[in-house]
């Protein structure tokens, strides 16, 4: 008897060959020269799959012919696959979604850019030439992000393990344990904070979840077992106040008073959803915050050093007094 494939791997493989036809269509409308041999090279598949997909082509009402002039094959010029009526605001924001998961450290999967390039095949000439020329225009550069080129397997199983509903088994090197360490995880939610892509996940035995680096993973595989992922868990309830990542158990009001130099640069940006922003007469700016833990603004506060002074709380005063006296002392051997 034929073992039946699990819902999710028929899904899968479901998705990849509506994928693989799409991409069919897409070559053989554009300007190129498109045999079944140079498809088929391209995707990476046999002759026979080729066929196949253009098979699936003409049964949905596609055009397509064999040019024996041009040697190649051709669907009618005329022809556009039904797609969203899409406004000129929408398309730029499509390219401006290409351009943003191309930067390095979101570039963890295809992104946007293969439904762009779909948008552009099915379209009139305005909609792709609107699309090339944002695409063009748009860039996102030096974003100084976690490098995570080298956990793309691990981003996508992670991804997978999160849509299929299932539990995750792998390796982590936890910077305060000496070795990897094995993992067995309920996935809740892939997020990226300041620079880093994280993964919240509850191990399996404990009550409540926590916060793993998606770096740090060795490895990581999917498995058959379903994970236990409350419905409604709040992504903006776990975080709290944290500065950044990890949330510390006590709540600080902080106040810090920026030079009038510095004011307009520190107020450029929202560093944290409670930040509160107060302009003095003589230039400089107070900002204040509320936040659980001081560990994480504490390295923030010190990239001000000689342009913030720390009003409050007392704490974080001492923290920075401490970490700075420890770079003189370092530094002036």
Same mark, same amino acid.
């Given at each position: ?25 897409e ?22 799959t ?12 596609v ?5 024996e ?28 979604a290409? +351009?943003?998961?191309?930067? &390095? ?8 850019? %293969?439904?762009?390039?779909? #948008? $552009? *095949? ?15 225009l ?12 080298k ?6 199983t ?15 090197a ?40 998606? +770096?740090?993973?060795?490895? &990581? ?8 992922? %409350?419905?409604?868990?709040? #992504? $903006? *309830? ?62 923030w ?33």
């Amino acid at each position: 008897m034929t073992k039946r494939r699990p819902d999710h791997e028929r899904r899968l493989r479901q998705n990849d060959r509506l994928a693989r036809v799409l991409r069919v269509l897409e070559l053989i409308q554009s300007r190129g020269r498109w045999d079944a041999g140079a498809i088929a090279a391209e995707l990476e598949c046999s002759e026979r799959t080729v066929y196949r997909d253009l098979t699936a082509l003409e049964l949905a009402g596609v055009p397509w012919r064999y040019d024996e002039d041009e040697r190649c094959y051709r669907v009618r010029p005329d022809f556009r696959f039904p797609v969203l009526n899409l406004t000129e605001d929408e398309l730029v924001g499509q390219a401006t979604a290409t +351009a943003v998961t191309q930067a &390095a450290g979101l570039n963890i999967n295809a992104g946007a850019g %293969p439904t762009t390039r779909k #948008l $552009a *095949a099915m379209s009139g000439d305005k909609a792709s030439q609107l699309l090339a020329d944002a695409a063009q225009l748009v860039a996102v550069l030096d974003l100084k992000l976690a490098d995570h080129s080298k956990h793309r397997d691990i981003i996508g199983t992670i991804q997978s393990a999160l849509l299929n509903r299932k539990q995750l088994a792998g390796k982590y090197a936890s910077p305060y344990q000496g070795d990897a360490v094995s993992l067995h995880l309920h996935p809740y939610r892939l997020c990226l904070i300041k620079q880093a892509w994280y993964l919240i996940a509850r191990p399996t035995g404990e009550e409540h979840p926590r916060t793993y680096r998606v +770096a740090r993973f060795k490895s &990581a595989r999917s498995l058959d077992a379903q994970a236990e992922s %409350p419905a409604n868990f709040d #992504l $903006a *309830a776990y975080f709290g106040n944290a500065w950044a990542v990890y949330r510390g158990e006590q709540t600080f009001d902080v106040e810090l008073v920026f030079t009038r130099e510095a004011a307009p640069l520190v107020t450029e940006t929202i560093w944290h959803p409670t930040q509160k922003a107060h302009p003095q007469p003589d230039g400089s700016v107070v900002l204040t915050f509320r936040v659980d833990g001081l560990n994480e603004i504490l390295r923030w506060v010190l990239g001000w050093a000689g342009r913030v002074r720390v009003v409050r709380p007392v704490e974080l005063r001492e923290m920075v007094v401490g970490q700075l006296r420890g770079a003189l002392e370092m530094n002036s051997q």
